[in-house]
C-alpha cells in the first residue's frame, strides 16, 4: 500500500458514466482540485460488490456536495462496467463512474492487486484537492464496506484540510466523531497528556 501524504499515481483510462450511459478516457489529474474517492472492488457481477456501489450510491449526491467525486475500480472492461449497469437490480440505480481497469495497472500501482495478481482487493482511497493519499483501507473480500465510516473519514479529512493550525497548535478529529461536530484545537504543549 501506498503512504499517506504521498502523492496517488496518476491513471489515464477508460470510464463508463452510467447517469450518462458514456465511455469517456479520463485521468485522476483531471479531477485535481477536488476530493477523490477510489473504492476498489473485486469484479462486476458479483455478490458484495454490488451492495458497495449500492450503499455508496445511497450517499453519493453528499459527496458530490462536499467536493468529492466517488469512483469504482475493478479489472473489468468499461463494456462490463456498461453490462452490469444495465442488468444488476442494484447497480442499475447507480451513477458512480466505473473505472477500466482491465491492465491492472491501477490496482497494482495503488497496491490493491491481490497476489495472485488476478483482480483488486476490496479497498478504498481517499485522495485531497492536491493529489495526496490522506486515507486507505483494505477489506476481506466478503466484507462489504461501512458507507457511514466512509463518509465520516472524508468530512473528517475535509476538515483537518480546511482547517488552518495556529502556531503551536494542531486540529485532531476525535474516535467516534460525527461530522457537525467541532474537531479538537490541541495546545501541542500545554495540552500534553490532559486527553
Request: hydrophobic share 35%; charged share 30%; glycine share 10%.
Amino acid at each position: 500500500m501506498l503512504q499517506i501524504g504521498e502523492a496517488a499515481p496518476e491513471f489515464d483510462t477508460e470510464t463508463y458514466f452510467p447517469e450518462k450511459k458514456e465511455i469517456k478516457k479520463i485521468k485522476l489529474s483531471d479531477y485535481r482540485g477536488k476530493w477523490v474517492i477510489l473504492t476498489f472492488y473485486p469484479g462486476d457481477f458479483t455478490f458484495v460488490c454490488a451492495t458497495d456501489i449500492e450503499a455508496l450510491m445511497g450517499s453519493y449526491d453528499k459527496f458530490l456536495k462536499e467536493g468529492a467525486q466517488v469512483f469504482g475500480i475493478s479489472e473489468d472492461s468499461v463494456f462490463s462496467h456498461k453490462a452490469w449497469c444495465d442488468t444488476s437490480p442494484r447497480v442499475s440505480k447507480s451513477k458512480i463512474p466505473l473505472i477500466d481497469d482491465y491492465t491492472k495497472e491501477i490496482a497494482k500501482n495503488y497496491g490493491f492487486l491481490d497476489s495472485k495478481g488476478y483482480q483488486a482487493q476490496r479497498g478504498l482511497v481517499i485522495i485531497d484537492p492536491e493529489g495526496k493519499i490522506q486515507y486507505e483501507a483494505m477489506f476481506n473480500d466478503g466484507l462489504g464496506k461501512d458507507v457511514r465510516h466512509i463518509y465520516g473519514a472524508f468530512m473528517g479529512l475535509k476538515v483537518l484540510h480546511d482547517t488552518p493550525e495556529g502556531e503551536g497548535h494542531m486540529c485532531a478529529i476525535p474516535a467516534d466523531w460525527t461530522p457537525g461536530e467541532s474537531p479538537l484545537d490541541i495546545n501541542v504543549v500545554r495540552d500534553i497528556g490532559k486527553l
